[in-house]
Structure formats: structure tokens, C-alpha cells
């Protein structure tokens, strides 16, 4: 049995499947709305290290298998990171020649442009004569990240969702809040809003909101609500990308970055050029949905209880990097706010809480990333 049918949850149903289990999910919203929602749809496999970078690759296995079962889009297009400065490609060739060749792929500023589609820095239209596409400007270089995937954050939980239901032994109900979980000889019953249910195993799967149910595991896991602000900007004319796009915030968040030694240098020149991103956490990214919208983001705040209002100074710091980054004016036509569990403690957190009830939520935000893989380690336990 599954709590939670954000996409940790189901990647742990799909594998039950997978392996001819009978299922039961419940979710306590009508749909999923919170995490796994509201991301980039970047699997950012190459940037991970140590056991987050075997999972990683082994959820890229998964992601790509169960999309081609449930018909959602899980695409090859990997991820590129922009260098604007020689501390930033200082971290890129380092990380190049750790990891086996092609993996990480130094780019000239050309060949940089040519994997995101833009025009060469000075070209005033697009080949419509409209607006100019990105000529992203100020380019030293890039590396191509060649592992990482991209999915639709908006469509492909859904989609997955609505597979699972349509298979064998699978039962998967809305707007089913669980209440408490009670052992059994042979099985936990497991209390909702709508009844009860029981199962063998029982997998809760509920992101940043373990404190709801297990307040002193998020207690002693140190659980934080982390609150990004994140937006959405209208297709810029011409302009078709790929891959995912990170920047030089994003080398001083993921690990294979952080772990190189040019890091520190680069950080002290972020923070000597750019200290207000530092102030607000920036990871400066962004990925092109299938409408051509760009979603983009996104800061970091760290609460138990998240406040729900949105800065606009804040949104407005992220989305002007952007702006000269790419060097194309944005026009936002939606902002929301992030959430995913955070911890100090570790970046995993699977705990047995009782007989036959696992606790599995990733406490960074890397869920996406790291989803079938984690839920293909723990299913295959139970073999």
C-alpha cells in the first residue's frame, strides 16, 4: 500500500507492479498538487554524487522504461550549464575530466548557443522577423550534461497516475487522507477519511509533509518546508530549447559541482558579483515546456511552516539573471510557489516506523531526479 501519489509515491506503485504486487494508493488530495507539480521537469542525473548519483542513474533507467508504459514524455535532450566567467568553466572542466568521456562535454561559446538554438549575440529577429530569439550573450563556454533527462512537471505525474489505475491490482483513490496506522498479525490497517484499508507493506510517501503523521521523525530528521519562488514566462519568439539550463548558481547547489575544487573560487566571485542571488538561495534555471512557455526559477527559503506569500523583489531578481543570461526580455504570465522537504540531517530519509510502515521522503530537491530510483531499491526488498 502507497501514501501519496506525488511522484515518489507512484514511482514505489509502479514498481510493485512491475513486479506483480496488488496496490493500494491513497492520496488525500483530488489530484497532486504539490511538489511534484511545481518543479522544472529537469531529472538532474549527472549532477549528483555518491549513493544520489547511483540512484540517479538507475532512476533514469526507470524513468525512461515506465514512460514508454505509461505514454508520457521522458526526453533525452540532457542539460546544459552556461559559463559567462573562467570560474565558472574552471568548475566545468574539472568535473569533465572525472567523469567518464562524453559524459560532461566542455562546449565553446558556439557550440554552447548551438545545442540551446539561439542566434549569435547581435542578431536583432528571429527567422519570422519577429522578436529576437536568446543570443545569450557574455558566453565563455558551457558543458553539455548528456545523462540528464526532462519531463512536463505539469502533465506526466497525472499521466503516470492515470495508468496505474488502469492496471490489474491496482487501486487508487482521490481525496483520501490518511489517519493513523495500526500493526496486525499479517498486515497494517491503515486509517482514512474513507474507511480503512490494509496492506503487507505500507510505503508512506508524503514529501515535506512527514510531520503530519510522524511529527517526531520530522523532528529528528529535522525536517524543513524549503519555499521556492518560481514563475512561468511566455514562449519567446523563436526560440526552441532542449535541454535544461543551469547557471552559476546551480554549480554552487548540486554536489559534483560543489565537490570540485574550483568551486570555492567561484563563490567568492558570486559573491562579490552578485551577492543578492546568494541572499535569496538562486538556483538560476530554466527548461522549455511543450507549449514553448519557459519555467523559471526559482530561490530557496527554509520554514517548518512555509509562508504563502510571494515576494515580487525576489521573483523580479531571479527573472532579470535571466533576462541577461539569455538576453531576451521575459513576459511572465504566472508565478507559484515551490515546496519540497528539506534536511540538514541527509538528503534521504527511509525509516521503518513500525512493522510493515516505511517512511520514504527526499529531503532535497532532487525528488524528481532520484524518484524510481529510490522506489526500485526499496520494492525490490520485498522480493
Known amino acids: 500500500m502507497i501514501v501519496g501519489a506525488g511522484i515518489v509515491g507512484l514511482a514505489h506503485a509502479a514498481h510493485a507492479v512491475a513486479n506483480g504486487l496488488s496496490v493500494t494508493i491513497v492520496e488525500r488530495d483530488h489530484r497532486a498538487v504539490g511538489a511534484s507539480v511545481r518543479n522544472f521537469g529537469h531529472c538532474c542525473i549527472t549532477a549528483q554524487s555518491g549513493e544520489l548519483y547511483e540512484l540517479a542513474q538507475t532512476s533514469r533507467k526507470y524513468w525512461l522504461d515506465f514512460a514508454g508504459q505509461a505514454g508520457f514524455q521522458a526526453l533525452e535532450c540532457g542539460a546544459v550549464v552556461l559559463a559567462r566567467s573562467e570560474a565558472e568553466l574552471a568548475v566545468l572542466r574539472e568535473l569533465s575530466a572525472r567523469r567518464e568521456p562524453g559524459q560532461v562535454e566542455l562546449l565553446s561559446p558556439a557550440e554552447t548557443r548551438a545545442r540551446l538554438g539561439g542566434v549569435p549575440s547581435g542578431t536583432d529577429t528571429d527567422d519570422d522577423g519577429g522578436a529576437p530569439a536568446a543570443s545569450w550573450p557574455g558566453l565563455v563556454g558551457g558543458a553539455f550534461l548528456r545523462d540528464d533527462l526532462r519531463v512536463d512537471p505539469r502533465t506526466t505525474v497525472a499521466a503516470l497516475a492515470g495508468w496505474l489505475a488502469r492496471q490489474p491490482g491496482v487501486e487508487l483513490h482521490w481525496n483520501t487522507a490518511a489517519l493513523g496506522f495500526e500493526e496486525g498479525p499479517d498486515a497494517t490497517t491503515v486509517r482514512t477519511a474513507r474507511g480503512t484499508f490494509r496492506g503487507k507493506r505500507v510505503f508512506v510517501c508524503v514529501g515535506h509533509d512527514v510531520d503530519y503523521l510522524f511529527p517526531e521523525l520530522a523532528e529528528e530528521h529535522r525536517i524543513e518546508r524549503c519555499a521556492l519562488q518560481m514563475s512561468r514566462a511566455a514562449r519567446p519568439a523563436g526560440l526552441e530549447i532542449g535541454p535544461a539550463v543551469l547557471t552559476a548558481t546551480s554549480m554552487l547547489r548540486y554536489p559534483a559541482f560543489t565537490e570540485m575544487p574550483a568551486a570555492a573560487a567561484l563563490r567568492e566571485e558570486v559573491t562579490t558579483t552578485r551577492p543578492g542571488l546568494l541572499d535569496i538561495g538562486a538556483n538560476v534555471m530554466f527548461t522549455q515546456r511543450p507549449d514553448g512557455s519557459l519555467i523559471l526559477g526559482d530561490s530557496h527559503h527554509y520554514h517548518r511552516t512555509a509562508e504563502p506569500f510571494l515576494d515580487e523583489g525576489i521573483t523580479s531578481t531571479l527573472n532579470q539573471e535571466i533576462s541577461a543570461v539569455t538576453g ?32 520514504v521522503s527526499v529531503t532535497s530537491g532532487v525528488g524528481m531526479t532520484l524518484s524510481f530510483g529510490l522506489a526500485h531499491k526499496n520494492i525490490s526488498r520485498l522480493s
Open 328 to 359: 531576451t526580455s521575459l513576459d511572465i504570465i504566472e508565478r507559484w510557489q515551490g515546496v519540497y522537504a528539506s534536511s540538514e540531517v541527509a538528503p534521504l530519509l527511509v525509516r521503518e516506523v513500525q512493522a510493515g510502515v516505511t517512511v
